[in-house]
């Protein structure tokens, strides 16, 4: 036993299908939505390793069902749900037509969980993949990621940005804020605590595809304005994060070994809000 110990891992049952990653998830209703992803070795983007799969878990049952799958075959999205339905913006996706052979997605879908069944109800005002999606209330806040569309042959940079897109609920309208995000970012993660948005690490404009951040940042949606919190113990690519009750949890990620050596970690870190200071749990995944 090391580290903290009253954090304790169990495992659940395993999803079911062929192992994927960069799937939506979200949690509603005493449910788990999973939906898209990729699958097949990573960072090779045929067209078979995009799948719209979409997969529901029971908590209390303790078991995986396969249901409707999305109509876009993508992963690098996020998901929102509210009341019946639960929802999916954009996408990173197969093109044929472009050198690299890949898109950013601008559509919205809607999976309702009377009929099941997916449709388009919008679309984005912007391609999008990559970026966070932060649910307060009955908003929708698409923040950071890319337009990963080849401007010109061979182009991998894609197109970062750093506006705020805002979808209601109620109305599946969107409007854009004036506020910007002060870093383009990408393949960062984001969470809602006490109506503010917490954003995590990333991949910043022009670092190529693994240049990391150590950034978390906060965005108070009633102001619009952003604050710095105390960065992460280190750069991190894509980690699983999340709030519970006065701290804040960091899972994994991508970690930088060496000038072009990089590997995935199983640290878990803890950010307590009221010493506003990061520690490692010495609890490991």
Known sequence: ISGDTRIKFEDKASMIGKARSSFGAIYHQGKVYA???????EHTYPPESFTGRTDVYDLKSNKWTNIA????????????AYGDYVYAFGGFAYEESTSPKWKSLDVVERYDTRTNKWEVVGHMPRRRSSNVVAQVGSKVYLIGGW???????DDVDGTFHDQIDVFDLETETFKT????????RRAFSGFVKDGIIYLAGGISEGASHFGLLDDFTAFDPL???FKEMPKLPFGTFAPAAGALGEEAFVFGGMLKMGEWEYDYISHVYRFDYKTNKWSNTGRYL
Do not use: M
């Open 35 to 41: 939906a898209g992803g990729h699958q097949g070795a």
């Open 69 to 80: 799958s999305r109509n876009h075959k993508c992963h690098g999205f996020a998901l929102a």
């Open 147 to 153: 337009d990963s569309t080849p401007k010109f042959e």
């Open 177 to 184: 804020l004036e506020a910007k995000l002060p870093k383009k």
């Open 223 to 225: 102001t619009e304005s």
